[in-house]
């Protein structure tokens, strides 16, 4: 094999036949070819691959190397590798006999490499489905280089197998093309970023520790013992502390894809580790940040994938919650909510008009499902109900009214359901006004804490589209991709236990600059320099301007959080040293790929994910350790009994 | 602040201002100039970094941001951004005494923004010793970002400051010129070289775990604890699996900027964490990948380093070992090895002739230090004798014979030394032709078994540098690159306790194509498909070609290595089910690029780097935890008794 010598570069550029995707005319008219594309034969025992293969190499001699896909009647053999497939044509003659034996029998996805002569297929014999389909290589010498057993599961079929044996055998799942292509995107579109920001705009790509001190309040951080005794390091969540002593430290403008640990529970799609797009600068302002990252992502979108409109619309936090129940509003489609207070205020209804006495707090929100009447049936809406009574207490189930209230809109507008008896003619006339709706809609209201109410509905609204959709209504198109801004959260919330304040995100965001006094007097009313980047529904981007006042930290940290800012104390002491005002972002990439890629999860687009229960099959990690492979880090498993 | 609008890219590329090094007349004659340097002021609050403004520039109004460097007069303050420094002409009407009041007053390293006109500095005020030194920028406004508290160091002075203070305030050395060279550089470097590896060559960058499985020998790596009681992940401390399993799922061209992990004695400039250039193909011989890596280098060398010329030399295992005594020989400088067995075989001198007699596989080696005589004091000697007794039992010392033999050339070819007077005329004579040694010289003799003679001598040849560079003599040109392959490792070595075999490097390594058969007959016979790449006495590369034969692996791990097989079953499983030969090569990052920036620690190319003693002064890591904080892993500290 040793004689597969790689062809020079060069040669093979002029004459133009090197990339399957690359059409010789346009090669010529390129000014700097050897740049512009992909030589993925150099260095390597093949002369072409599999997928290049065209007319124009016609009598040429070619060394390919792959895996035998299918083999055919003993006269010919489709041969495999990353690039595409190549129909083979086995000898006939006698002088061949071996050749023509071992590669009709060989076991598929056994590994070969071939020479031969690349030759037209017979007039009328072309595969259009192939793009090498106008070609075959007639075999002149194989080599058996590795010999297939017979496999778990079919490359071909591998989306019908069952997720843990694919993840047992990731390796074969690898081959299959959903995987390889959605890790080709993936490394093109880091590389477009990294173009981006280094080549461009003179981002500094530096590494940050990930053996690090624990943060205060890091719950899901993994620990790692260290040799000294009772010493521990942890894995951060995120370079954050490292970004921000970076912009202290005059790098002003950095950037990092960084490894991210975080032990948490994994049922919500998320990795224990997992990969962040994380970026900082100096001298900037959030408007500034947004910019870079709204063009950043231009420049690397993918093609085929339309193209970004800029700048992307935004929205405050409150506006998103009051219009769509939630913070990371899925835009693709309407069914916003309405306040409908007013309405219900004097509704007849008593449990509406109970809670909105109770307090100003409350509210009475409806979103209307249009045509949901004509598609869902009973246990669906059964559904909707049982998933509303498992949200917050705050929301109107505390006043004993159980769940949703649904209206299916009747002829002549109508209305069927537990309340429509209760409910006035005014009443039901202005909520079908408000709510716009027709016959066949479906109108879901719930009351309670406002903010809460909001979310609920939110999530009963996300609940619908997903019925609606498996009844083929098709609300969320997967080739529309609506990026959102949203931006003025809170910087403070209440502890869930009501015992004080606790960070929306971190204890680093800067206040809005206009609310920046009444830190010290109305924390809870301080909005945030914080931003989210929102794309159809998922949260893929966060990021804020950062506090640089040391003064202000501490007091936040101490005075709201109740924190013990002396684990911080490098920081603070770092803000004291001359640091400039900063912000950034970090880009969750395993989220972003997988929304391009139209993947399920983001497992579909990680080379070796772990699964659902945080194992990785194949190694059968995590695995018990001994008591002598522990001792190094003077730690043991607690015993039994506590 | 917020008045500081972002310049468009466009407008200032065509006035040709943006960056300092980029020539205006150069930068029209470039047909894509967006892509081809960097705008490091975009969606910034500066228009212009301080290190750019030049006599161009008179006349236009900008906006700069940085720290206030030095004081002078009331009448000047030096502005430093990460791009340079700049002067400031203080106002000195009294409309304008707040400004001048500030600046004049401000500590050196707080934070500024300015605003102002260039203007060219008066005839004969020139500074031609700063890149910005023919202008000065009149300040108009001005608002004070941060005022910096007095520095533990100054920036300026940082050399001279201790190590540990400088990591304790790393936020601080990191603003030093050579620090900020260091980091931009190193991005840079792995910049070029993606550029070569995704854009040119089509590997694909893809992400492996850091969670991963214990390897069996895998005793430095690093613990995690996870939620499931009593079950490990560990850090690995390469990819090493996951990019073979890669070659079998047909990722035929990885690569990955990788972190690895290795618990390990930091003494040798060391890290906890380190970064390679991992890269492994598939369909590749060895010679396959020393281009690809050659040709990596040569691209992503840095201007001002010369030019690398390919291909690089290459040297067996064995040659290395007894020209050098040494498998990563400094080829810098000569002094090399010779094999004096014949001559020293009956010199008259006991010891020598002694243990020649005792054993075939013992041998006596000489170095000759040129011109040492002149420069080396007894002193020096005895540091040499001192070190030459740390080596291994298995030379001459165990013979009685205690270290170095050492003999100064005199006048007339005369020997002085404790040996001189026992040995004869001929073999002087002999010994003074083979080592062309000459008045002044001096040559050092050892002997014993075969290779751990060469190996104290090769040490010895290092430590003769050393100390001969104390005197001045330069024997090391820090601007010269002398990359070297070492080929034709053994694939096995007999272990410490002599107990059985081990892998020379790790047990995935192929034999060499000639002496497979050897692994069943005669292991110890068996060359390895392996290899290093030297740069100037620093091993900053290893790879191999990888076994592909799940028989020949299974072989070399149960009944030549006496291995568990089973915790590698997965791998095994994969090489089973068609995988394709491959090999690859891991480049250390952080030792390149500590050659590149002649940096005395690796510690300074690498942001945040751990101590000596693996700590991080900054944070504190690694702390001790709770037992409340272990309680989700399930694992306690080791009561002091055990």
Redesign the interface.
């Known amino acids: ?2 004689g ?1 010598a ?1 062809r020079p570069l060069l040669s093979r550029l002029l004459r133009g036949l090197t990339h399957p995707q690359v059409n010789p005319a346009r090669l010529l008219s390129l ?1 700097r070819p ?2 512009s594309f ?3 034969s ?5 002369s072409h691959t599999c997928g290049e293969l065209r007319a124009v190499h016609a009598g040429e001699d070619v060394k390919l ?1 792959g ?1 035998v896909q299918f083999q055919r009647k003993q006269l010919f053999v489709t041969l495999r ?2 690039y595409g497939v190549i129909q083979l044509v086995l000898p006939q003659d006698k002088n061949h006999a071996d050749i023509k034996q071992m590669l009709a029998h060989l076991p598929t ?3 070969v ?1 071939v020479q031969g002569v690349v030759q037209l297929r017979p007039i009328g014999e072309a595969n259009k489905t192939m793009c090498t389909g106008d070609v075959e290589v007639a075999v002149s010498k194989v080599e058996m ?2 010999k ?2 017979t ?1 778990p599961f079919q490359i071909r079929d591998f989306f019908q197998v069952n997720e843990h044996l694919r993840l047992k ?7 299959g093309s959903q ?2 292509h959605n ?2 995107l ?3 579109v ?2 477009k970023m ?2 981006f920001l ?5 981002f ?11 943060t205060p309040g890091g719950a899901r951080e ?14 951060p969540q995120s370079p954050q ?2 970004k921000q ?2 912009m ?6 950095y950037f990092q894809i960084a ?1 991210c ?1 975080r ?1 948490e529970d994994l049922r919500q799609d998320r990795q ?2 997992f ?1 962040q797009v994380d970026v900082e ?5 959030q408007r ?2 947004e ?2 990252i709204e063009e950043l992502l231009q420049h690397a979108w993918p093609d085929g994938k339309g193209t970004l409109n800029l700048p992307f619309p935004r929205m405050p936090y409150k506006d998103a919650m009051e219009k769509y129940g939630s913070d990371k509003p899925d835009t693709r489609f309407g069914m916003e909510l309405h306040d409908v207070s007013d309405i219900m205020r004097s509704s007849g209804v008593t449990v509406f008009e109970r809670l909105l006495k109770d307090s100003p707090g409350n509210s009475v929100q409806a979103v209307n499902v249009k045509q949901a009447a004509l598609h869902m049936k009973n246990k669906d809406v059964e559904k909707l109900q049982e998933s509303s009574k498992q949200t917050q207490p705050k929301v109107s189930y505390q006043h004993g009214f159980k769940g949703l209230s649904v209206l299916s809109v009747l002829p002549g507008g109508e209305v069927k359901g537990p309340m429509a008896k209760h409910i006035g003619a005014p009443c039901r006339n202005a909520l079908l006004q408000e709510l716009q709706a027709e016959e066949g809609d479906m109108l879901l209201l719930a009351g309670g804490e406002h903010l809460k109410t909001c979310e609920l509905l939110g999530r009963i609204r996300i609940e619908c589209a997903n019925i609606l959709e498996t009844f083929g209504v098709q609300l969320r198109d997967q080739d529309v991709f609506n990026f959102l801004w949203i931006t003025d959260f809170p910087l403070f919330l209440p502890k869930e236990d009501g015992s004080g304040w606790e960070s929306a995100h971190h204890p680093f965001t800067s206040p809005h600059p206009d609310d920046t006094d009444l830190v010290f007097s109305h924390p809870y009313k301080v909005r945030s320099q914080h931003y989210d980047l929102v794309l159809n529904g998922s949260e893929i981007a966060g990021g804020s301007i950062r506090i ?2 040391a003064e202000l930290q501490r007091y936040i940290l101490e005075e709201v959080l109740k924190e013990d800012a002396a684990v911080l104390h ?1 920081l603070l ?9 900063h912000g950034g972002i970090a880009i969750g990439l395993d989220r972003l790929m997988a929304i391009l890629c139209k993947a399920a999860s983001i497992r579909d687009v ?3 994910p ?1 699964s659902h229960a ?1 194992h ?1 099959p ?8 001994t008591d002598a ?2 001792q ?7 015993p039994e009994s ?1």
Not at 632 to 638: L, N
């Open positions: 094999m040793s597969f790689a000014a050897v740049l992909k030589d993925v150099s260095y390597s025992l093949r190397c895996w590798d990353s996805e056994s590994v490499c280089v590795n297939s057993k496999l055998h990731r390796y074969l799942d690898l081959r995987l390889q890790l080709r993936r490394s093109q880091i590389m990294r173009e280094i080549n461009t705009h003179g500094v790509d530096v590494e940050t520790p990930t053996l690090f001190r624990r993994f620990v790692v013992p260290s040799r000294e005794k009772g010493k521990f390091f942890c894995l502390q490292f002593l970076l202290v430290g005059g790098v002003d403008r490894k640990y032990d224990p580790e990969t600068m100096s001298f900037v302002d500034g940040v910019q870079l640089h006042d490098h002491e770092a803000l004291q040293s001359g640091c400039p005002p990680i080379a070796f772990k945080g990785d194949m190694s059968g990690a995590p695995s018990p350790l492979e522990l190094p880090f003077h730690v043991r498993v607690q506590s």
